[in-house]
């Protein structure tokens, strides 16, 4: 069963040292500011909703709710959500709408060479990508984040990881919007090719080995990541000894349960809202693709494994979308 998030120390990736994977891993955290407001219907809702960029590199997604919404607010598969977490939150605590808050969490990356480049999604760095005016595509050409932050792991002298902020994060290469987002023509963005690199002082202690080979039906992965909320019955950890996500590092494990050609493949990964970006590992622990979106009922997926399916980026498309040099 595919069911958990544990700590790496209690699943560790099969031919990849422990601390290897903590030192490479990367928190990623966009600054993203959320107006919310009470919108007439659901459809007003929808229609009203959109994204800017703001100068500091601030994403600002203008969301709108339902007086049917804040009747849910002590629902808590409607509370779980991306979101509706922040909503809820707001109106428990008697919030006049309009309102602003920020969006909690983040999402993962991890450095793949010694100069501290990190792989992880357009979508984590779509407001620097705005800010910057790179929607064209830009490879090789770094230039530093405005608002995206970063936490990198440091060891102390006891051996002990804590996550630390870098001092400077940089966005050097992204694919074009068109590349990166497809458009329905109904007004809504799919993520296509998902990646991006982050180039980060200081560097991460360690990196990851990079895998272009295709990943096959029924292989056994493993991802890691920080997944940020669950809330899994007790008798549910108890069988299978896990904690529920709560932002730090943790390690998944299941298999592939389809794939799309070279560029993308399908897994019953277990994670949560945080893992965008997270490396995937197959058996040899090099990485074979990133965690880009999920299908199915997310909220229902925290209180109950089994809810979701997880598509991922393969390391195939991402090395060559945007000229990674991989290895000989």
């Known amino acids: ?16 040292d422990t601390l290897r994977l903590i030192g490479a891993m990367v928190r990623i955290l966009p600054k993203t500011l959320l107006v ?26 203008y969301r709108f709710f339902t007086q049917e919404d804040v009747a849910r607010v ?17 109106v428990k605590a008697g919030t006049r709408f309009p309102a602003q808050t920020w969006l909690d969490g983040g999402g993962s990356g991890f450095c793949f060479d010694a100069q501290g480049h990190v792989l992880t999604n357009y979508h984590l760095v779509s407001g620097e990508v705005a800010t910057h ?8 050409a770094e230039v530093p984040c405005k608002g995206l932050r ?20 940089y966005l050097v290469s992204n694919p074009s919007l068109q590349r990166a987002l497809w458009d329905d023509g109904q007004g809504r963005h799919h993520l296509r090719e998902d990646t991006a690199v982050l180039r980060i002082e200081p560097a991460p202690p360690h990196s990851l080995p990079l895998s272009a080979r295709t990943a096959q039906q029924g292989e056994p992965v493993w991802m890691a990541g920080f997944p940020l909320r669950s809330a899994r019955s007790a008798s549910a950890k108890a069988a299978l000894g896990y904690s529920d996500a709560d932002g730090s590092l943790r390690v998944s494990h299941g298999a592939v349960s389809s794939v799309d050609g070279s560029a993308y493949f399908e897994t019953d990964l277990d994670g949560s809202m945080g ?18 979106r999920a299908s199915g009922n997310g909220p229902k997926n925290a209180f109950e494994y089994g809810h979701m399916a997880r598509v991922h980026v393969s390391t195939e498309l991402a090395t060559r979308g945007l000229q990674i040099a991989l290895p000989a």
């Open 74 to 90: 002590d629902e808590p598969e409607f509370a779980m959500g991306m979101v509706r977490h922040e909503f809820c939150q707001l």
């Open 150 to 169: 970063a936490e990198i792991a440091q060891q102390d002298e006891s051996g002990n990881w804590r996550w630390v902020p870098a001092s400077q994060v």
């Open 1 to 16: 069963m595919a069911e958990g998030f544990f700590h790496p120390t209690q699943l560790p990736i099969p031919q990849l």
């Open 275 to 292: 893992n965008s970006g997270s490396p995937v590992f197959d058996a040899q622990g090099q990485v074979i693709g990133l965690f880009s």
């Open 133 to 140: 005016s790179r929607e064209a595509g830009v490879i090789g």
């Open 36 to 61: 919310l407001d009470i919108a007439a219907s659901p459809e007003a809702a929808q229609a009203q909703a959109r994204n800017e960029s703001l100068p500091d590199g601030t994403e600002c997604w």
